[in-house]
């Protein structure tokens, strides 16, 4: 049987333990981990780091780091990841949020700021999975209205579930379609981190992605560009004058998704900011408009 320890002490031996598995992130991994089981937080373990953390906990911890060392991500233990500063919680039915997302996030707001129409701006969010990028802006942007789409039902789910825990649930509507079929209305803003590895590459995907995210999350077709061309095709109904398109993009995409969209009439904004950066220098974004 497990003995009570020190909650400062067990998150040493905790990060030991998955800093030998080779987790780079095994300190913070640590905290979530003790976080998640016992509810202690941050300033918890540093206010009160003899508090002490009972047998039944130890043996939940236990578990979990077993799991963290064979790869499972933390997200997928704790059944949250963070975004832009919130918690969404992540099921097997939805991707989870990624640091990258965030470089979208920031520009789709930067615009939405910059709007100058009258009334409350509205936002499409296309293939929204755990809503991350649409509750994101609705908290951001006080006075916003959003739909968000998915074409998978349990995905949607946990969406409207991420969206009434993070008080948007009013000014957001769902829809369970694929891409944005059957929604009614125009937007100043499309957004859509769509499904962009290609098919053949899934296989050689790093575990932790492969064997965890939803491959309807992840596979775009035969080049990765299918979502692009299905979404471009489309995207001059949804948007209102002077709207924009925002996508997102894997690493060395951007030229064959800015050629995919100016065959359907979209073009980049044209003051040198269309393609935007995520943290790391890579070409993350392109911001469009119909021509």
Known sequence: M????????????????????????????GRLIIRHVTGLNDVDLIAQPQTLVCDRHIAQIDE??????????????????E?????????PATLDPRPDTEALAETALLLLRGLSGDGPA??????????????????EMLS???VATDKSADALEVCR????ALGVGGR??????????????TFDLVVSNPPYIASHEIA??????????????????????????????????????????????????????VNIAAQEGLTLIDDGTGLVRDLAGVIRCAIFRVC
Request: include cysteine.
């Open 64 to 81: 979990m780091i077993d799991r963290r060392r064979a790869g499972e991500p933390i997200s997928r233990l704790t059944g949250y990841k």
């Open 83 to 91: 975004f832009f500063g919130r918690e969404f919680k992540v099921t």
């Open 204 to 257: 050689g995907l790093a575990a932790d992605v492969r064997d965890y995210d939803p491959d309807l999350a992840l596979d775009g077709g035969a080049d990765g560009l299918d979502a692009y061309r299905a979404i471009f095709a489309d995207a001059a109904g949804w948007l209102r004058p002077e709207g924009y398109l925002l996508v997102e993009f894997g690493k060395g995409q951007h030229g064959e998704v």
């Open 144 to 146: 916003a209205t959003g």
């Open 2 to 29: 497990n003995m009570p320890r020190e909650a400062q002490k067990l998150h040493r031996d905790i990060a030991a333990r998955l800093r030998t598995a080779g987790i780079d992130t095994a300190r913070l991994d």
């Open 172 to 185: 957001l509507e769902t829809f369970c379609t694929n891409w944005a079929g059957g929604v009614i209305g």
């Open 161 to 164: 579930s991420n969206a009434v």
């Open 122 to 139: 509205r936002v499409l969010d296309i293939g929204t999975g755990t809503g991350a990028i649409i509750i994101t802006l609705l908290a």
